[in-house]
């Protein structure tokens, strides 16, 4: 199923919910500019490659556009579509004064030099900086980017435009970027797993979770269970994974992941597993936190987790979700799970913006404020209307952009 039709059907369920006119939807739905550029770049052999980039603006009715920028060799329009909108409903759930957007290009940046990188970023940044900045579309890292990658941006932007630090978010802390950000989005996912695990009423210490992933989310979802007595029982990478019954010692991991240029491949405080293997284990809670699509109609019926927590943006394919639904596994759908790393960016903007500087425990409080109200609210709103916590949570976000809408008129 694409990408699109996917998300399609979640905002269908909630704009059944909510009563919403086709006028509305179909206005909810499109987006407000989708941008397709030509990005030709000399790579380090003297050779011209041609990349092609996205960015799709999806709405901004609360606040300007915002989302991540994605480096991955599947990156293509209707999948950069999809996610634009799964920023709008995001932004919203949370309640932070943005709209959604995304953008990627089609890469592999692994066959890249870091040279090559900055100037594949850097000439894209030229193709579009019209397009984006503080008030209008503000990007920041997704899937194989890094704040390296910002500061480049943020860089770039300011030839054209000056200094604008609050053009680009999840920059390096040395480079206007903020404490706390990098660990967000895992800080957020752990955090929510906790407020989940408390309210299904299952005591916490020792509970058992696989993660697949351990990029930046996985790794700090990771960290941040263990602190807080889980049991991290498995991770993965693109290669596979390892898993230990007892738990995996989750310090070890990092310092492993650190000395060997972020891969886990050879980690010898385990035994290996494969991905799907992963997906399968008998655990608490499962967190896909890597690639889009993993859960599927193929492989729904074989996980065994409870709980399943979506780090990464769209790992349930729906039919799978409603695979999940009829056996009675509870899932924390990705615009409420994640929503820390796009939280933690409004900070830097915040702060950008009035050339100030908070301290990470500023940081944390107030993200763990956020995603706390943010969680109650959709709690509370699949109770009182009996529905999963992914419609609660469309409801909420596509609930709040439509109201939004109506205020500000399109006259
Ligand atoms: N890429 C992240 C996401 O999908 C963060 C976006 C942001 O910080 O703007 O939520």
Redesign the pocket.
């Known amino acids: 199923m694409r990408s699109s039709e996917a998300t399609r059907i979640y905002f269908d369920r909630a704009a059944d919910q909510l009563d919403l006119s086709e006028n509305m939807r179909r206005l909810l739905l499109t987006a407000r500019r989708e941008v397709q550029v030509q990005i030709p770049v000399e790579m380090d052999s003297g050779d011209l490659t041609t990349f092609i980039g996205y960015r799709v603006q999806h709405n901004n009715a609360r606040g300007p556009m915002?989302?991540?920028l994605r480096y991955h060799p599947q990156v293509d329009l209707d999948e950069v579509r999809a996610?634009a909108s799964?920023?709008t409903w995001?932004t919203a759930v949370v309640n932070i004064p943005y709209g959604g957007a995304k953008g990627g290009i089609s890469l592999d940046a692994s066959t890249l030099s870091i040279r090559e990188l900055e100037r594949v970023t850097r000439r894209f940044v030229d193709a579009i900086h019209d397009l984006f900045g503080p008030d209008v579309d503000?990007?920041?890292?997704?899937m194989g980017t890094t704040p390296e990658v910002m500061a480049w941006i943020m860089n770039q932007y300011g030839k054209y435009h000056g200094f604008s630090p609050a053009c680009v978010?999840?920059k390096p802390v040395e480079y206007h970027g903020i404490p706390g950000r990098d660990e967000a989005?895992g800080r957020g996912v752990g955090s929510l797993t906790l407020k989940l695990l408390s309210r299904l009423g299952r005591p916490l210490p020792g509970t058992t979770v696989a993660i697949q992933g351990f990029g930046n989310v996985g790794s700090h979802t990771a960290k941040y269970l263990h602190d807080a007595e889980c049991r991290i029982v498995a991770v993965s990478d693109a290669f596979g994974g390892f898993h230990r019954a007892e738990g995996l010692d989750v310090l070890e991991l990092h310092r492993y992941i650190n000395a060997h240029s972020g891969k886990l491949e050879g980690f010898p405080g385990g035994d290996r597993l494969t991905n799907a293997e992963l997906l399968a284990m008998e655990c608490d809670v499962l967190i896909p936190a890597a690639l889009g699509g993993v859960l599927t109609q193929a492989n729904a019926a074989l996980v065994r987790a409870p709980i399943i927590v979506e780090a990464a943006?769209a790992p349930i394919e729906p039919e799978a979700d409603a695979i999940f639904d009829e056996r009675g596994i509870t899932v924390l759908p990705d615009i409420l799970a994640?929503?820390g790393?796009?939280t933690a960016?409004w900070f830097e903007w915040v702060q950008n913006r009035q050339y100030y500087q908070w301290g990470l425990n500023r940081v944390r409080q107030e993200l763990d404020r956020i995603l706390g109200e943010a969680f109650e609210q959709v709690w509370q709103l699949s109770m009182s209307r009996k529905v999963p916590l992914r419609t609660a949570a469309y409801m909420l976000g596509v609930g709040r952009v439509g109201r939004a809408t109506v205020l500000g008129g399109v006259e």
């Open positions: 915002k989302g991540g996610l799964l920023m995001k503000i990007p920041a890292p997704d978010t999840g989005t943006n994640n929503a790393g796009v960016s």
